[in-house]
């Protein structure tokens, strides 16, 4: 029985999920027990956000804090439809989005920044970037989730006959051809590992430009009691999460400060 307040900690370079003095839970059976343990944590404890463990801090390496970034509105956004590895451009309302959200990350010096390899993300990013001499990373691990036959459907429609989409199920699989949630969770986990192995040694801030639901997602199964909002992620808001000592930590979900920041600005 799991103690009110236990901390549990991901370690990312193994993918494997480890309670403070408790079972290790590996890749292939970890999902529907993870997600039940860190359920009955949550309802049982007030305790303070707590961290991932990722892979093992050493000497020299620097802290690192990771601005994930959703693209801005797009069509299929506008529309309501669902949009995981189909694309549609940036509406109008977009791209002024992202033109505030890079005006509101002006004063944040990156020394590095990625993206999804969707036209979406990349197109968001561009504006972020904007000015800036930091060379895009494209990483295809950063998509969102493939909704197989679902893709381009109502999402209305579907959130309302399958709603354990939202609640990060581990049984949820999308249709034919689509992916189910610990497939995207792997993969997130995948893409943040890459970047915190290819950052930690000069440290500093990572912009990191994805979307709504493979980041609540990652963010979720790092520490469910960090989500306050309802819904999915707005668009062009930021989820911030740090790096230190080899511990992942959520700071900040779905702020859209950044974006009113740049809206002031003329």
Not at 93 to 101: F, S
Not at 165 to 178: A, M, R, T
Request: one cysteine or more.
């Amino acid at each position: 029985m799991s103690k009110p307040g236990e901390f549990y900690t991901i370690k990312l370079q193994t993918l494997a999920y480890e309670p403070e003095g408790g079972i290790v839970l590996k890749r292939k059976k970890w999902a529907g027990l993870l997600l039940a343990i860190v359920m009955v944590v949550a309802g049982c404890s007030q305790a303070s956000s707590t961290g991932g463990q990722s892979e093992e801090g050493q000497q020299g390496d620097k802290p690192l804090t990771l601005y994930f970034a959703r693209h801005g509105e797009t069509l299929f956004n506008k529309q309501g439809r669902m949009q995981g590895w189909s694309d549609s451009p940036l509406t109008e309302k977009g791209k002024e989005t992202a033109i505030h959200l890079g005006k509101g990350l002006a004063d944040i010096s990156f020394v590095a920044a990625y993206s999804s390899t969707s036209e979406r993300a990349i197109d968001t990013a561009q504006y972020l970037l904007d000015g800036r001499s930091v060379p895009l990373i494209t990483d295809k691990n950063l998509r969102e989730m493939n909704f197989g036959e679902w893709e381009a459907e109502s999402a209305e429609k579907i959130m309302e006959q399958y709603p354990a989409i939202w609640e990060f199920d581990p049984s949820f699989k999308s249709p034919v051809g689509g992916e189910s949630i610990p497939e995207l969770l792997k993969r997130t986990q995948t893409a943040v590992e890459r970047i915190i192995r290819e950052n930690k040694a000069k440290g500093g801030n990572v912009l990191v430009v994805t979307h709504g639901l493979a980041t609540m997602n990652f963010i979720y199964h790092l520490d469910p009691r960090s989500i306050s909002i309802d819904g999915p992620l707005p668009n062009g808001s930021v989820t911030t999460v740090e790096w230190k000592d080899g511990a992942l930590k959520v700071l900040k979900v779905g702020d859209e400060s950044y974006i009113k920041k740049g809206e002031q600005q003329k």
